[in-house]
């Protein structure tokens, strides 16, 4: 019972089911996080031989699972994608906002020390996203990934100066397309502030291949710049 509560209001609105006033926004933050913690502490206790079992498991590599599938945005795949690693079993993602591109990317970014530091992972075996669910996200979520794909002007930008002072590995065919995507999503911005079902997907889509780039050339210089490590602190 709790579990259905607790999904209704932590994913109700992304399949257009109403919730009450004092649950949205930044000024009621507190009270849907502590709604949460409660709605979260009945099914932890009542399984917690499960929990405790699981937990010790990870830990020894050895987990009675022969598969990871995480349903999430940002944080839920990068935890996915270094616990499959770690476990050595398949990984696979049902994405729930169009938000960041690293979705499709063999790193994963966690916070260590404070900061946030960019691990080696494995790529999903599989990666769904339902445009009916996409298109359904907080706002801010989807702003995050249109200002992800934005920001790759200014990384392309840092892996040219690279190449030029440094010498680092440049790839032309890359660079043109992460470029061509960016200009394509620069276009479409007020379609996407719309939440227009093309223009959601066309987002999707350009964050799934920005990940795949960095896949290519592994490195995270089509994707990464400047303006990441400054929005990483």
């Not at 696979?92 to 992972?121: E, F, L, N, Q, R």
């Not at 100066?161 to 911005?189: M, P």
């Not at 987002?203 to 990464?224: K, N, Q, Y």
Request: a negative charge; charged letters at 15%.
């Amino acid at each position: 019972v709790c579990l259905v509560i607790l999904m209704y209001f932590t994913m109700g609105h992304m399949v257009g089911l109403p919730a009450p006033h004092w649950y949205h926004g930044k000024e009621n933050a507190l009270v849907a996080a502590l709604l949460q913690f409660f709605l979260t502490l009945p099914p932890v206790y009542l399984n917690r031989v499960y929990y405790s079992r699981g937990l010790k498991a990870l830990w020894n590599k050895a987990p009675n699972m022969d598969s990871l599938i995480a349903v999430g945005s940002g944080v839920l795949n990068d935890i996915g994608k270094i616990v499959s690693n770690i476990a050595k079993v398949p990984y696979m993602i049902v994405t729930t906002a169009p938000s960041m591109d690293g979705y499709a990317s063999t790193g994963s970014a966690m916070i260590t020390g404070g900061m946030k530091v960019t691990y080696p992972a494995g790529l999903p075996r599989a990666l769904i996203a339902d445009t009916s669910v996409l298109c359904n996200a907080p706002m801010e979520m989807i702003k995050a990934g249109y200002g992800d794909i934005i920001g790759k002007y200014s990384s392309l930008n840092d892996w040219e100066l690279a190449n030029l002072i440094r010498g680092e590995h440049f790839c032309q065919v890359v660079y043109d397309i992460v470029k061509e995507t960016a200009d394509d999503i620069l276009a479409s911005a007020d379609a996407i502030a719309a939440r227009e079902d093309a223009a959601i997907e066309k987002l999707m889509r350009a964050l799934v291949l920005s990940g795949i780039t960095l896949t290519l050339v592994e490195t995270t210089r089509p994707g990464s710049g400047s303006e990441h490590h400054l929005s990483h602190f």
